[in-house]
């Protein structure tokens, strides 16, 4: 069985999008800590030196946790918008009751 769950968080400060967390959990199947390197170094790397954002993947033999949070406040959107497979929603786009 091969799937993956996300969970988004908005934190929020005022009224105002702050930060928002992206955990994603991926069932897959690695035979090694080894393999799981070669396959996500490409992914990995292009998260590295973006300030506001930070990014951590880890796995073992039958899923992979990536945790991805972008800090609204010190992140520059023009750096991120470069990054595959990155989605994120501006925070003048979302209202906070």
Partial sequence: MYGVMTTMVYTS???KVTKQT?????LVSITSKEEAHELF?????????????????????????ETLAIDY???NF???E??????FF????ITVP
């Fill in 22 to 26: 992206t955990e994603n959990i991926g």
């Fill in 41 to 65: 170094a490409p992914l990995i790397k292009q998260f590295q030196n973006i300030d506001g954002l930070t990014h951590k993947l880890e796995y073992d033999d039958s899923k992979v946790t």
């Fill in 78 to 80: 023009e750096d991120i």
């Fill in 73 to 75: 406040v010190d992140v």
């Fill in 13 to 15: 400060t005022g009224g």
């Fill in 82 to 87: 470069k990054v595959n497979y990155c989605s």
């Fill in 90 to 93: 501006l925070p003048t786009h």
